[in-house]
C-alpha cells in the first residue's frame, strides 16, 4: 500500500519519542516534520535518507535509526493519563492557532481540562506577584469586563495579578488558562492548587510545554511567558517592576507582532515603574477601559452580542461569492461536509494530486479553503 493511502493514527507516541532524544531539538524536530508525509515516517526512514535532511548529520540519523525506548514512551503517556492530563502536538489540527504562528511554538503540550478553550479568542493578564490593592483591584475589573466581551483569560497561575486574574475569571463566569513553568503534575505555586482544580471545573484549562515531573525552576518561566502572549490576541501589562515575568511577556508580544496593553501607575508607585516604562517607550497602549483594548483586537475577533434566544443565521462559506469554474466548485462542494486529507479529497473526486494541488492553491489565494497540518483542507 502507498504510505500515503494510510490512514494514520494521532502521532503522540512519535512526538514524545522525538522529545527523549538527546540530539534532537524543537529546530531539528521541525525539519524531520517538514519532510515526510506524517510523524510516524520518521521511524521508518533509512539512515541515508535522514542524513539527506538539511541539518541531520549522521548523529542525529544514528539516534533516530536505533531508538528503542518505546517502553519509555508507553510510560510517559500512561502517567500522562493517570494524571488526568493529555498530550496536544503540533500536528495536531485543534493546536491553538495563534501559537502556531509564532517563531518558537512548543511541540508537546500537556493539558488538564477542556482542550477545545484553546480555540477561543484570548487575551493575556499579567502583572507582578507583589501586587497593591489598586492593582489586584484593576486586575479584577479589567478581567470581568472582558469576560463580558466572550474572550478567554490567559495567565501564569502565580501570586499575585495573575491569581486575581483567573479568579476575576471564574467569579465572572468566564473561562481561563493557566500556562506552567513546571510539569502539569506540579502545581506551583502549591497554594494555587484549588485554583488550579477550579479553572478546570469551570470549563478552563491547565497547560504545560514541560515534560511531567519537571520542577518549577526559575528558568522555566520566561519560556512559558512566550506562550502566554503568543496563544492570545494581546497581553494586558496590570501592574509590573522594571524588570520580572510581566516585561518579559510584554516583550515576547511585541516580538510576535502581538498588542500589548498596559495599566498606568501613580509616579512614585513601585509598580509604576515598568507599566510607565512600557508606555514612555512606546512598547504598550495606555488603557483606562476595556474599550481601548476592544478598538486594537475587534479586527481579529468576532465578540457575539446579540440575545441568546435570537436566531443566528449560518454562515456564508467564502465561495459562495465567487466565480469559480466547475473543478474548483466541485472541489468546495466535496469539502463541505468535513475537512479532508489531499489523497481522500484526490480520491472522492477522481483525480490525480498533480491536478488538484494548483486548485487548492488558487482558492486558498482567494480565501476560500485553507490547509491545516498535515495537508489537510477545509473550507473557510
Known sequence: MNPREK??????????????MDNLGAQRIRLLLQSVEHPQLIFRLERHELESIRGIGPVTADEVVTFNRWDEVDDILQKTENTGAEIMTYWDDDYPPLLREIYDPPLLLWIKGDRKVLQTDSLAVVGTRKAGEYAVNMAEKFTKKLVEHNLTIVSGLAYGIDGAAHRATISAGGKTIAVLGSGIDWIYPSDHKGLASEIVKTGGAIISEFPLGTAPEMGNFPVRNRIVSGMTHGTLVVASGIEGGSMITAKSAIDQNREVFVIPHPVGHPNAIGCNSLIKRGMGKLVQNVEDILTEIKVHITIDTRPDDQEQPEPEMKWTSQELDEFSI?????L???SLHIDKLAEQLGKPTHQLMPKLLELEMLGCIRQTAGKNFELL
Not at 7 to 20: G, I, K, M
Not at 330 to 334: A, D, F, H, Q
Open 330 to 334: 466541485e472541489i468546495c462542494k466535496t
Open 7 to 20: 490512514t494514520y493514527e494521532p502521532p503522540v507516541r512519535e512526538f514524545v519519542a522525538l522529545h527523549l
Open 336 to 338: 463541505e461536509e468535513d
